[in-house]
Nanobody, 120 residues
Framework: VQLQASGGGLVQAGGSLRLSCVAS????????MGWFRQAPGKEREFVAG????????YYAESVKGRFTISRNNAKSTVYLQMDSLKPEDMAVYYC??????????????WGQGTLVTVSS
């Protein structure tokens, strides 16, 4: 299983970015996907998740109402639309997926990360 994240970059506070994560090596539609982030000197934290069905979405309190996770099974891709970005959103963002199909959580495979820099 390989996860390739992209879309990071430099943005001003209040701006938007859309991250993408392309998965390969197995049947994408059977697996939950998630986004995490790690800021310098801090532990990695959950940002958003979407189950295999796509019927629901989950968010950290700090990003609710600003970030939106979605998936396109035809493209084996999960997205993270980030709006109203704040300097505290600056981090390396990682996508992740479980080892077991039709489950949520127990994140096992990780992408390489994409850096989001927010200037104030």
């Amino acid at each position: 299983v390989q996860l390739q994240a992209s879309g990071g970059g430099l943005v001003q506070a209040g701006g938007s970015l859309r991250l993408s994560c392309v998965a390969s090596g197995r049947t994408f539609r059977k697996y939950a996907m998630g986004w995490f982030r790690q800021a310098p000197g801090k532990e990695r934290e959950f940002v958003a998740g979407i189950p295999w069905s796509g019927a629901s979405t989950y968010y950290a309190e700090s990003v609710k109402g600003r970030f939106t996770i979605s998936r396109n099974n035809a493209k084996s891709t999960v997205y993270l639309q980030m709006d109203s970005l704040k300097p505290e959103d600056m981090a390396v963002y990682y996508c992740a997926t479980p080892a077991t199909d039709y489950t949520y959580g127990r994140w096992h495979y990780w992408g390489q990360g994409t850096l989001v820099t927010v200037s104030s």
